[in-house]
């Protein structure tokens, strides 16, 4: 992989990296349009990242579709699928761990305590392994996002972050490649993420300010369709440090669990 980087690189050809974890949708595939914008060639990795899962996770049940997925990728004009094995990424003598600290406390983070060392340390990884000039993520991760971009300004990494708007089904479901999981009914059901942040999107633009009424509304959606709530938050979008009073910077981030085992996110703006 650094290899062939490296030759792109005597080419003067810069390179863009897309980091997934495969199961590719039209969210990852849109992050691979705006790598093509950026980037002379385009890198997409696909790794699911032992790291970044906690012991009662779905590291062993997430979602794999390998040949499909490179097929996708190179429709998609992906000029090379870099797609390691875990072997590879974790030898038995590894022992690294980045932590971005502040930013990795809250929100997802509560639920899912080390989870964010392990994405800020494979994507520091990736970053060295494919020598990405850049590099795009999707804002359906916000809070990775944020962690992603405090993790290249602190340690002076060469790339620069492009982020991705959420690309979302027609109706309203952010992408992802765990909607899969979501049998019968539960596919109904995840709308109440969407819908809880619409409704709280309309109640500000109405001129409600007070955070929490907005809040209660979006708890109220999400436990009337029969999800299981994690948090419901308005941060900064840059400190994600909760926030008292709605400004152009309010990001609602809610994270809920469907049918008692799929865990879906989702964010939205709150005044746009
Ligand atoms: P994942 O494979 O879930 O680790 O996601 C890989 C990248 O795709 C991350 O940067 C995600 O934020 C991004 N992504 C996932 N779903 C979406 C979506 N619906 N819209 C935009 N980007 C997405």
């Known amino acids: 992989m650094t290899a062939w980087a490296l030759a792109q690189k005597k080419k003067n050809h810069t390179v863009a990296l ?5 199961c590719l949708h039209e969210g990852h595939l849109s992050l691979v349009d705006r790598a093509k914008q950026h980037g002379d060639v385009v890198v997409m990795s696909i790794f699911v990242n032992p790291m ?22 190179k429709e998609r004009g992906v000029d090379l699928v870099f797609a390691p094995a875990d072997s590879e990424m ?13 930013l990795s406390v809250g929100l997802c983070g509560v639920d899912r305590p080390g989870h964010f060392d392990g994405v800020a340390t ?12 850049f590099a795009v993520f999707g804002e359906k991760d916000f809070q990775q996002l944020s962690i992603i971009r405090r993790l290249v300004d602190d340690l002076n990494m060469n790339v620069k972050i492009i982020p991705g708007p959420i690309v979302r089904e027609t109706d309203g479901l952010a992408m ?31 001129g409600v300010a007070a955070v929490d009424q907005v809040l209660a509304e979006v708890e109220k959606i999400i436990a009337e369709a029969g999800a299981s709530l994690e948090y419901a938050e308005i941060v900064d979008s840059g400190s994600l ?16 669990k ?13 005044m746009s």
Request: net charge neutral; glycine share 6%; with cysteine.
């Open 176 to 206: 992802s490649s765990r909607n899969k999981y979501l049998e019968g009914a539960d596919r109904e059901i995840a709308l109440c993420l969407s819908r809880g942040i619409s409704k709280a999107k309309d109640l500000v633009a109405s």
């Open 90 to 102: 974790y030898g038995s003598r590894f022992q690294t761990s980045i932590t971005v600290k502040d």
């Open 241 to 256: 440090k909760k926030q008292e009073v709605i400004d152009d910077s309010s990001v609602l981030t809610v994270a809920a």
């Open 52 to 73: 970044q899962f906690g012991p009662n996770e779905d590291l062993d049940a997430y979602p794999r579709q390998f040949e499909e997925d490179c097929t996708l990728a």
């Open 18 to 22: 897309v980091p997934t974890m495969g």
């Open 258 to 270: 469907i049918g008692g085992k799929v865990r879906l996110i989702d964010n939205s703006k709150i």
């Open 122 to 133: 494979v994507v520091t990884k990736l970053f060295n392994i494919t020598a990405a000039d």
